[in-house]
């Protein structure tokens, strides 16, 4: 009977059959650059599947927290601009020793499980990541009595106290050049902001005018598999039918905002014309 084998990484993009080329042994042929399609970093996305439920619950009480975790939610996902936190699978060794020569063998081997994980962002006129995250890091402890409120939640009887009511769930991966296939997918659960970035946009020097790049730190659980990679590539699928990226289709505002012929408010002059 046949052994049926899983593939671990099915969805992902399938390397090129390159065993037929020499590559770099002896002389390279450049003149057959199909052999050096080399993985390309650059393409990451990031989707911001779930926010908290006391979060979610804040939000349908007031229009402003609604307007404001929005506003969060959109800038976590569309100004996304990188990651970093991914660690290696490692493993670790045991030694055979007859006393006069050694052979190391791995014995166990490590992935990473709870870790931190950092994404950058400009922050935006009305300090929308550091109130979202003040918010959130004052509702599950407040800091001068730490005890958990969920800002007033849990008193007025409108949400129970529970870690499960705390989490953010991410789903990121990284694309080919084409942006069309998966190269690598994550989903990272269980995720929770460690700080709010007050210090990054309250510490300032008279004159000294910059925007603010903030780094917002997450701890979580990053989790891979072939189904999280199939729910990248539905993401993806969506990303792709609803995201312009060839500037030639792209309707920019100003097209659709200009003015027609003659119509600039400027001073409009025509040349004179013989008539007979």
Request: hydrophobic share 35%.
């Amino acid at each position: 009977m046949a052994t049926q084998v899983n593939n671990m990484f099915a969805g992902t993009i399938t390397p090129r059959d390159i065993t037929k080329y020499t590559l770099f042994r002896g002389v390279t042929d450049f003149s057959n650059l199909i052999q050096f399609n080399n993985f390309e970093s650059g393409y990451p996305f990031l989707i911001l599947l779930s926010i908290p439920k006391f979060l979610e619950q804040l939000r349908t009480q007031s229009a402003d927290y609604m307007h404001l975790i929005d506003n969060y939610r959109h800038i976590l996902e569309y100004e996304f601009k990188g990651i970093s936190g991914f660690e290696d699978i490692t493993s670790e060794t045991q030694e055979i020793n007859n006393g006069v020569s050694n052979l190391q063998l791995i014995t166990k081997v490590n992935m990473q499980s709870a870790s931190q994980f950092s994404m950058r962002y400009t922050e935006k006129s009305g300090i929308v990541l550091a109130k979202v995250h003040e918010l959130y890091l004052r509702g599950i402890k407040d800091p001068k009595t730490q005890v958990k409120t969920y800002n007033g939640l849990i008193a007025d009887g409108l949400l129970e106290p529970g870690y499960e009511n705390e989490v953010f769930e991410f789903l990121y991966f990284m694309t080919d050049n084409t942006v069309r296939g998966v190269e690598k997918a994550y989903l990272i659960v269980a995720a929770q902001p460690t700080t709010a970035t007050l210090a990054e946009v309250s510490n300032g020097e008279r004159g000294e005018i910059q925007w603010k790049e903030v780094d917002l730190q997450f701890n979580g659980i990053p989790l891979v598999g072939p189904g999280i990679t199939a729910k990248a590539r539905e993401f993806l699928d969506w990303v792709n039918k609803n995201t312009v990226f060839e500037e030639a289709k792209f309707g920019y505002k100003a097209l659709s905002e200009m003015p027609k012929p003659g119509n600039t408010g400027g001073i409009d002059a025509a040349s004179p014309r013989i008539t007979y």
